[in-house]
T-cell receptor
């Protein structure tokens, strides 16, 4: 079974600074997706960024980028120019690409605080 | 707005009540999911409906009963719940192909409190 680990329960960053959230995972599969989801106080789970395991290029979405290290099974999220609206719980998640209807396996989450 | 709606947003019920949670997706997806999010726990998958067929039941107690009448609607029927069932219940949907799946999009959740 796959597992996802987020070793930082809480992180804080100053507005306009950069912060990196860590995620490691364990799998025996070769083809899969990795995601970062954001859950603000409204509790809506919002997709931040998606990475396909077979793509060597790191995914980027505006101020959000990932450092995907497949051999090390590491998938960190970098938030540049942090904004107050980035404050939320961030979840790393794994999904098999090989099975239709497969589950998302989530990490425990990292609570990000942005200080003005 | 992700294209997945859930009603009600908040629900308080007694242990002997029967209630239902509703989820609707407007994305044309063919798979839908129920997740449970309890305090200080990772999200737990409860049920998966893939092409309207239940393909996974993650050892969920029978007091939770899912129903998927079509690919756009998903219900979770609740009966004789326990206080420990209080949680945020999240619905998600995705577009699946026979060989594999992709991104799941979530609704806003129903905050359930069992008294």
């Amino acid at each position: 079974a796959q597992t996802v680990t987020q070793s930082q329960p809480e992180m804080s960053v100053q507005e306009a600074e950069t912060v990196t959230l860590s995620c490691t995972y364990d799998t025996s599969e070769s083809d899969y997706y990795l995601f970062w989801y954001k859950q603000p106080p409204s509790r809506q789970m919002i997709l931040v960024i998606r990475q396909e395991a077979y793509k060597q290029q790191n995914a980027t979405e505006n101020r959000f980028s990932v450092n995907f290290q497949k051999a090390a099974k590491s998938f960190s999220l970098k938030i540049s120019d942090s904004q107050l609206g980035d404050a939320a719980m961030y979840f790393c998640a794994y999904r098999s690409k090989e099975t239709s209807g497969s589950r998302l396996t989530f990490g425990e989450g990292t609570q990000l605080t942005v200080n003005p | 707005e992700t294209g997945v709606t859930q009603t009600p947003r908040h629900l308080v019920m007694g242990m002997t009540n029967k209630k239902s949670l509703k989820c609707e997706q407007h994305l044309g997806h063919n798979a839908m999911y129920w997740y449970k999010q309890s305090a200080k726990k990772p999200l737990e998958l409860m049920f998966v409906y893939n092409f309207k067929e239940q393909t996974e039941n993650n050892s969920v107690p029978s007091r939770f009963s899912p129903e998927c009448p079509n690919s756009s609607h998903l219900f979770l029927h609740l009966h004789t719940l326990q206080p420990e069932d209080s949680a945020l219940y999240l619905c998600a949907s995705s577009q699946e192909q026979r060989g594999g799946g992709d991104t799941q999009y979530f609704g806003p959740g129903t905050r359930l409190t069992v008294l």
